[in-house]
């Protein structure tokens, strides 16, 4: 069984930055794809980018481009989001979520929450003055 443990959110003004990690247990997760998603209140969860089995790294094409980078670390069995330029529409629950699916880097499914297996509890990012 896979679990995933989001930490690092919390508050930040607008134009600060915050790094999320998302520690997995249970399974090394390093032919797994490792993505990261928001749900802002009242919204649907959205896709923020994934890095894939094979190291390739993709974001949502709107507004988090440039200001987001994911990274990973095999030997501790974890992904982070770092996430810069923080701005008011970034307030959301940001989730870690893993597959073993070997998409890559251009693909679209992975952009879709229900092709993703194993989720976190999420974490709360507030950004405001």
């Known amino acids: 069984q896979v679990q995933l443990t989001e930490s690092g959110g919390g508050w930040v003004q607008p134009g600060g930055s915050l790094s999320l990690s998302c520690a997995a247990s249970?399974?090394?997760?390093?032919?797994?794809?490792m993505g990261w998603f928001r749900q802002a209140p009242g919204k649907e969860r959205k896709f923020v980018g994934v890095?894939?089995?094979?190291?390739?790294?993709?974001y949502d094409d709107g507004s988090v481009k440039g200001r987001f980078i994911n990274t990973r670390d095999f030997a501790k069995n974890t992904v982070s989001l770092q996430m810069r330029r923080l701005e008011p529409e970034d307030t959301a629950v940001y989730y870690c979520a893993a597959s073993d699916s070997k998409w890559r880097s251009f693909d679209a499914q992975y952009r879709d929450s229900t092709n993703w297996v194993y989720w976190g509890q999420g974490t709360q990012v507030t950004v405001s003055s």
């Open positions: 890095i894939t089995w094979s190291g390739g790294t993709s």
């Open positions: 249970g399974r090394d997760l390093g032919g797994y794809a």
